[in-house]
């Protein structure tokens, strides 16, 4: 089955940092580019950065660039999302998704993990 | 940045309502539109790419239409597991996704 789950959140303070990780089975992993995508309680969904197939270009929301870093382990099938200087406002549902290969969508998603940034 | 608007932000339908949400974006994105469905605690789910294209395993009663700036998304005949959030993405220029729609029973 093909298949995404996000681990790594929590309660973490203002200025701290959490590691989201993504483990991917069921496909071929290091063939597909991946996004993380957030919704904050009550919101949308927003688009939060996407990394290539071999992890050498990624890009980032204006919202998180410099704060988060997204890397992933294709000998793991594992997708991270690195934050730093977290604020409340970074409090969400994260998801990893696949892009699909062929044309701009995501296709598969996992079930999210919740980030809260509180004291 | 390309901003996307959906409309309603919710609605109330019986099952067996034909169903239709709008998506309208700041400028236009060619065909380049994606419609999702949410229900809490699921993974989200790709029904239409490509404003008009059919994911592979979504029912037929999904269908989507529009290019340039107006799309829409339409359940022929909604049913009781189609109560759920859906969310159109532009993915001409980044990704952006409109607000949402949620869909509740009448």
């Known amino acids: 089955e093909v298949q995404l789950v996000e681990s790594g959140g929590g309660l973490v303070q203002p200025g701290g940092s959490l590691r989201l990780s993504c483990a991917a089975s069921?496909?071929?992993?290091?063939?597909?580019?991946m996004h993380w995508v957030r919704q904050a309680p009550g919101k949308g969904l927003v688009w939060v950065s996407r990394?290539?197939?071999?992890?050498?270009?990624?890009s980032y929301a204006d919202s998180v660039k410099g704060r988060f870093t997204t890397s992933r382990d294709n000998a793991k099938n594992t997708l991270y999302l690195q934050m730093n200087s977290l604020r409340a406002g970074d409090t969400a549902v994260y998801y990893c998704?696949?892009?699909?290969?062929?044309?701009?969508?995501?296709?598969?998603w996992g079930q999210g993990t919740m980030v809260t940034v509180s004291s | 940045d390309i901003q996307m608007t959906q409309s309603p932000s919710s609605l109330s339908a019986s099952v067996g309502d034909r169903v239709t949400i709008t998506c309208r974006a700041s400028q236009s994105i060619s065909s380049y539109l994606n419609w999702y469905q949410l229900k809490p605690g699921k993974a989200p789910k790709l029904l239409i790419y490509a404003a008009s294209s059919l994911q592979s395993g979504v029912p037929s009663r999904f269908s989507g239409s529009g290019s340039g700036t107006d799309f829409t998304l339409t359940i022929s005949s909604l049913q009781p597991e189609d109560f759920a959030t859906y969310y159109c993405q532009q993915t001409y220029i980044s990704w952006t996704f409109g607000q949402g729609t949620k869909v509740e029973i009448k």
């Open positions: 998704a696949r892009a699909v290969p062929t044309y701009p969508a995501f296709d598969i």
């Open positions: 069921g496909f071929t992993f290091s063939r597909y580019w």
């Open positions: 990394i290539n197939s071999d992890g050498s270009d990624t």
